[in-house]
């Protein structure tokens, strides 16, 4: 849910395209390699994908598709523990 939240934040998604993005961390995240997995949410014409990326290699896109969000997993769970340590909620 933490991970909703961060892209909710971005202004770029809404709540149709976060029930995807939950949707696809769900079925896949398991299947993915731990090192530095990504969430990619592409929006193209009004029609999202949602991508988990297993490593920070590059990807590209055609100039008509548009990156919507781009977040390293990784770095969002670190915050995540770093504010339960801390009690920043």
Do not use: C
């Not at 961060?6 to 998604?13: P, R």
């Not at 990326?53 to 915050?79: H, M, P, Q, R």
């Amino acid at each position: 849910m933490f991970l909703l939240n961060k892209t909710l934040e971005t202004g770029e998604i809404g709540w149709e395209d976060g029930k995807e993005i939950i949707q696809t961390l769900h079925d896949n995240y398991s299947r993915l390699d731990q090192h530095s997995p990504s969430l990619v949410v592409l929006r193209k014409m009004g029609v999202v994908t949602v991508l988990l990326v297993s490593s920070t290699g590059e990807f590209f896109v055609d100039d008509k598709t548009k990156v919507a969000v781009l977040i390293n997993i990784e770095n969002v769970i670190d915050e995540l523990l770093n504010k339960l340590m801390i009690g920043g909620f």
